[in-house]
Structure formats: structure tokens, C-alpha cells
């Protein structure tokens, strides 16, 4: 688990909402604090759709999560305004089909089935905004592998956007 603090929320939340920089990250849960409180549930309720569409988001979000993408413009819709929000977390998560090409990459003893999420937790406290990793497996192991390429992977990522942040402690 590593922890980043932002050093820029607009550059930030110009690729969180505006961009597609997290659109392939599966949204797991939510909580935007305006006027209200927002809390969104990313599990995807396939009894919604009906079983013969092909266009559903249980299709193009296979793993139970809805992607990013199919809930920022919501997001975005409770965020934007004259007034900054009191603040708000997201937890996002690693796709199992990218989890499996990190594996592969990194040469890893893991097999994707064995990792319940690799996730993102983004939160916004009303001044400060932070980034922090988590690893989640299914079976308990003393190898911190794959924990650690995902700790290296993110910063990288970050980098590679133009997202500063600074290691916290």
C-alpha cells in the first residue's frame, strides 16, 4: 500500500472527470458529500437489462462492476458548480483482464483468479486530495509480489499522465 497526495486537485479532477485517463478502471463504490450525501454502488444489476442485450453495460463490464466511464458524466454532474464539495472517495479497481497482463508482465507466482482487486482509493477531504493502493487476494499468501508491482505500476501510471503527487508516509 502506498499512499500520494495530489499536488494539483484541478489537473487531477480535469483527468478524473473530463478525461478518459480512468475510464477502463471498474468503479466499485463511491460517496460524493455536496448538499447531500451521494452514494453509488458500482455493482452492476443485471436484471435491468434484458438478457438479449447486446449493448448492455453487463457485456462491456463482464466482472460485475460498471466501468468509470459509464459513471463520470453522473459524477461530474454532482461535482461540478460554483461551490468545491465537502468532499468524496471513489474506489476504483483494477480490471481482472488487466490484473491477469500485470501477472504476465511481472512474471508473477499468481494466477488472476486468485486476486479479488488490485484498487485505487481516491478521496478528497475538502482540501486535500490522496491516492492510495490496496491489494485484496483470495487465498492468503506471504508473497508481496504482486502488492508491490501494483505500488510501483500506479506512480508510473500517474507519471505517464501528468498527475504530480507526492509519497506520503
Known amino acids: 500500500m502506498i499512499a500520494m497526495k495530489l499536488k494539483s486537485t484541478k489537473n487531477f479532477m480535469t483527468h478524473l472527470l473530463l478525461s478518459d485517463t480512468f ?6 463504490e463511491g ?11 458500482g455493482y452492476i444489476q443485471k436484471a435491468f437489462y434484458e438478457s438479449n ?10 466482472y460485475g462492476y460498471a466501468l468509470w466511464k459509464q459513471l463520470r458524466e453522473l459524477c461530474f454532474s454532482m461535482i461540478k458548480g ?4 465537502l468532499s468524496f472517495k471513489f474506489i476504483f479497481s483494477l480490471s481482472p ?3 491477469a497482463r500485470l501477472i504476465e ?15 485505487l482509493n481516491i478521496r478528497f477531504d475538502g482540501s486535500v486530495l490522496q491516492c492510495v493502493t490496496g ?3 483470495k487465498t492468503f499468501s506471504m508473497d508481496k509480489s504482486l502488492e508491490r ?21
Not at 23 to 28: A, N
Not at 53 to 62: K, L, W
Not at 152 to 167: I, N, Q, S, T, Y
Request: charged share 30%; hydrophobic share 35%; with cysteine.
Open 97 to 99: 483482464d488487466n490484473i
Open 31 to 41: 460517496e460524493i458529500v455536496t448538499f447531500n450525501t451521494f452514494t453509488i454502488d
Open 53 to 62: 442485450e447486446t449493448d448492455s453495460p453487463c457485456t462491456e463490464a463482464a
Open 149 to 169: 508491482e501494483w505500488d510501483a505500476m500506479v506512480p508510473r501510471f500517474f507519471d505517464k499522465k501528468g498527475l504530480e503527487f507526492e509519497m506520503e508516509d
Open 105 to 119: 508482465q511481472k512474471n508473477l507466482d499468481f494466477q488472476s483468479s486468485d486476486v479479488q482487486g488490485l484498487y
Open 82 to 85: 460554483k461551490r468545491t464539495p
Open 23 to 28: 475510464d477502463h478502471f471498474l468503479f466499485i
Open 135 to 137: 491489494t485484496s487476494l
